[in-house]
Each structure stands twice: as structure tokens, then as C-alpha cells.
């Protein structure tokens, strides 16, 4: 069994995925259920000075996504102090306190809840796009406190390596990537009205469809800072742990995944990341951390070789997936079993990924020096 321990800021976890700052983690008796659903940290709900209001409805499934107008936490923050945050204390694993969102906020927050906190987890999703008052609110911070300070970073951001640097240089310990993705819209067609509840009728996208966003993101900040990131943002499996690790990631967090299956998501995706650990012959999770970069590192430009891919036929149930997908018409079945024209396949690759039975794979160099 691989060891999923890992160490952030000198705070020790049982293993790499928490809960996420959000409905999961909206009071100390929803982190109990985490932690005891196998979440190996938790951040709090977000805070500010004053408990939120949030529009109604605030959350719906929305195809491989999710849409909410979740804003803060709807509990004060003196509720918190004087309840919550005791009580989430004695579920045996770190706390890290969620906070927002101005210099004004934060800095009246901070000495008011220090005493419960592992660390902290400055969500700057509202201060806006600019970088300046990002920046300062985060300097701020950083001079009220000697605990460990991890800033989450909205999408978008148009030179998301450079905030990380900057922020690396003024102290900040470390670095969660993403925020939700948005503003966005879902129409219900029967009554014509947005399936949310807000003013516009806006949402903000979670889940399964910003895993590519949040990826890119981890991506370029892993490859300029050397503090600790925590991928967030459509974590619904071991694999896509994996896939956060390989992008740079030390750490993950599971919100949506968390709300649309429970609690026993944490033990379901701790399960699927040590069985392909163990699968692959690694002995810990720090050993696949940042594979990508450095397999990157290789590739000096982009890649326009035409890997044909290879079907095992034992694999091979007659789906018909692939063929029905491939454009260049490269597929075809012969005794139930797919088989690839070669003088035809473009090599997209597309069919590799539609395989649900892993029967369809690229095996030549190429694609083994690069991983894709």
C-alpha cells in the first residue's frame, strides 16, 4: 500500500484530500462527516465580518457540472468562533480557516480566530482582477499572523505565474488553485427563468468541467514557485488526484464532489489514488508530483507525429464508441472487435479517450516520451 502521508508548512496529513472550503464544510458537524468520510484536512467555510446572504435556489447539477451562488458562509462569525470552529478542532485533522476578503475584513477576523487555525485560506475570488489590491490585502495578512497563510486564486488571472511569484516573495506559504469559474448561466426551459437565484440569474461553475482550467493553472504556477500548491476544482477521482500531482500539486481539495455524492467520496477517492498507486509501482504520492513538467522539459516544441494506436483485442467488447466518433472514418468492426485502418487514422487520439475499457492505447515512443 503506497503512503499517501504528505507534509504542507510543516502541518502533517493523513493523506492529500481535504475537504474544500464550501456547503461541505459549512459547519463543525459537516467536517466531522468528511473527516470521518476519509477527508485528510478540511478548510472551513469562508467568513467574513458579516454573515452572508445568499440567493435561492444556490446550487444545481448541471450536466458534468455544477452552478451555485454559494457566497460566503450564512453563519456570523461570532457563530463560528463561539461553536464551529471548537468543534471542528476535535475531529483529528488539521483546520484550515477560510477568510475573505478585504484588508478591513481579514485583519479584524485573524486575531479574533488564530487560536483555532492549523493555517489560513485567503480566498481572494471577490477582490477583483487587478493584481494591486490583491497583493496589498495579502501583505496585510501576512504581518498580522505567523501561521501558515495559503492564498486561493481565481481563474482568469492574466499572469497567473507572476501573482505567484509576487506572492512567494511577500510570504504567503502557499498557493490553492482555483476559485469557481464564471459568471455562468443555466436556463430551466420549462418556466424560462435561470436556475439560480440571483439577481441575474448567475452562477458560478464547479465541478467535473473546470478540472482542465484548474490543471492549467497548477501547471504554470508548480513550474515558477517552490511553495506548496493545492489543486482544487473537479476532483471527482483518484485518477484526477493523480493528474493534479503530476501537474505540480502537493495537496487537493473535493467540494462539488463532496455535495453531489457525501461525505464517502474522501474514502472512495483515497482508495482509487493508492490502488493506481500501487498499480504503477510507486511507493508514496510525492513520487509522481510534477511528472509533467519535467516530461515537458523534453518536448521542445509541439508534437505532430501520427501515433497510430494499438487495440488489444481481449480488452475490445464491441462497443462501437470509437467508431462511431472517428471522423477520418480509420475504425471499423471486423468479428465484433474494433480494428484501425492505419493509412486512414490522423492520429487525434480521440478514440483512446472515448475507450472505456482501455483497449485502445498509444504505444510508440513518441507517445510514451510525452505522456499524452
Known amino acids: 500500500m ?6 504542507l508548512t510543516n502541518i502533517e496529513f493523513k493523506n492529500p484530500v481535504m475537504v474544500a472550503a464550501g456547503p461541505p464544510s459549512r459547519n463543525a458537524s459537516m467536517i466531522k462527516k468528511c473527516v470521518e468520510g476519509g477527508a485528510g484536512g478540511a ?50 485533522a488539521p483546520l484550515i480557516i477560510g477568510l475573505g476578503y478585504t484588508t478591513k475584513e481579514l485583519t479584524e477576523l485573524i486575531p479574533k480566530v488564530e487560536k483555532f487555525a492549523d493555517a489560513f485560506e485567503i480566498s481572494t475570488h471577490y477582490i477583483g482582477r487587478d493584481l494591486t489590491p490583491v497583493i496589498n490585502t495579502l501583505k ?16 482568469g488571472i492574466p499572469d497567473i505565474e507572476e501573482l505567484g511569484k509576487t506572492l512567494e516573495e511577500i510570504g504567503i506559504d502557499g498557493l490553492v488553485a482555483i476559485n469557481s469559474v464564471g459568471p455562468c448561466l443555466k436556463i430551466d426551459i420549462e418556466s424560462g ?15 467535473a468541467a473546470i478540472r482542465p482550467i484548474a490543471l492549467r493553472h497548477i501547471y ?36 462539488t464532489q463532496a455535495i ?26 510525492d513520487e509522481i508530483k510534477g511528472i509533467t513538467i519535467e516530461k515537458m522539459k523534453k518536448r521542445e516544441s509541439a ?21 462511431k466518433s472517428c ?46
Open 2 to 7: 503506497a503512503d499517501l502521508k504528505i507534509e
Open 260 to 285: 453531489v455524492e457525501g461525505p464517502q467520496a474522501f474514502n472512495r477517492i483515497n482508495k482509487e489514488l493508492n490502488n493506481w498507486l500501487d498499480e504503477h509501482g510507486y511507493d508514496s504520492i
Open 327 to 372: 471522423v477520418y472514418q480509420a475504425i471499423s468492426m471486423v468479428d465484433d472487435k474494433a480494428v484501425i485502418d492505419e493509412t486512414k487514422c490522423f492520429g487525434c487520439g480521440l478514440c483512446v479517450t472515448r475507450c472505456n475499457t482501455n483497449a485502445i492505447m498509444l504505444t510508440n515512443q513518441a507517445s510514451q516520451e510525452y505522456s499524452y
Open 43 to 92: 478548510v472551513s467555510k469562508t467568513i467574513s465580518t458579516v454573515a452572508a446572504e445568499i440567493p435561492k435556489p444556490c446550487m444545481a447539477e448541471y450536466k458534468h457540472s455544477f452552478l451555485n451562488t454559494e457566497l460566503w458562509s450564512e453563519l456570523s462569525p461570532k457563530h463560528w468562533i463561539e461553536k464551529e470552529y471548537k468543534e471542528a478542532k476535535k475531529c483529528g
Open 193 to 207: 427563468l435561470p436556475a439560480m437565484g440571483s439577481k441575474e440569474g448567475y452562477g458560478w461553475m464547479s465541478g
Open 303 to 323: 508534437n505532430y507525429i501520427t501515433n497510430v494506436p494499438k487495440i488489444e483485442k481481449n480488452k475490445c467488447v464491441g462497443c462501437k464508441r470509437c467508431v
Open 140 to 155: 496585510a495578512v501576512r504581518v498580522c499572523t505567523n501561521k501558515p497563510i495559503f492564498a486561493k486564486l481565481s481563474p
Open 220 to 255: 504554470e504556477l508548480a513550474k515558477v514557485v517552490n511553495i506548496p500548491i493545492i489543486g482544487v476544482g473537479g476532483v471527482t477521482s483518484g485518477k484526477d488526484v493523480v493528474e493534479m500531482f503530476m501537474a505540480g500539486a502537493s495537496a487537493v481539495q473535493v467540494c
